[in-house]
């Protein structure tokens, strides 16, 4: 069962819930992103992985408009070590390539901790599989200079 964050004209701007059968939170963000939406949407998100004591997120922003650069020092001077905290570990980010919400994305990305898999991906289903890779086969062949799937 997937949540819906609303912003204050009534119109969602997220779904969000936790998939039990993967193992995952999964965030669908919808339209135009303020930075109390992301706040109050990326809050949720750490309540889900802490009630869940999961690891893993798939992150769709292939339906936002826009960029969200004005959230990116909050999201990582204080949401990610909150996340990583928690033991987040694995991160999968679906976008529109080439799009503002991508650029913003890569910022951010570009910052993450070593020990947070971090992946884009234009395929919801492509970001689903490779959630499936444990962190440990990421870590081994990141380690070997090998590629990692995506």
Same mark, same amino acid.
């Given at each position: ?60 922003? =292939? ?39 991508? #650029? ?15 992946? =884009? ?7 689903? #599989? ?21």
């Amino acid at each position: 069962m997937y949540l819906e964050l609303r912003n204050a004209f009534g119109k969602v701007f997220l779904q969000i819930g936790y998939n039990p059968v993967s193992d995952y939170v999964y965030c669908n963000w919808l339209s135009y992103q303020t930075k109390e939406s992301v706040m109050h949407g990326a809050t949720v998100m750490l309540d889900l992985l802490q009630q869940h004591g999961c690891r893993k997120v798939l992150n769709n922003n =292939t339906q936002v408009v826009g960029p969200w650069d004005h959230s990116i020092g909050w999201l990582y001077q204080v949401w990610l070590p909150k996340a990583l905290a928690l033991g987040l570990n694995q991160f999968a980010n679906v976008s529109v390539q080439d799009s503002f919400s991508d #650029e913003s994305f890569t910022k951010i990305s570009d910052l993450a901790n070593l020990n947070l898999f971090v992946n =884009t991906f234009t395929d919801e289903e492509v970001a689903k #599989e490779w959630l499936k890779i444990s962190p440990l086969t990421l870590s081994a062949l990141h380690a070997v200079g090998e590629a990692v799937p995506a």
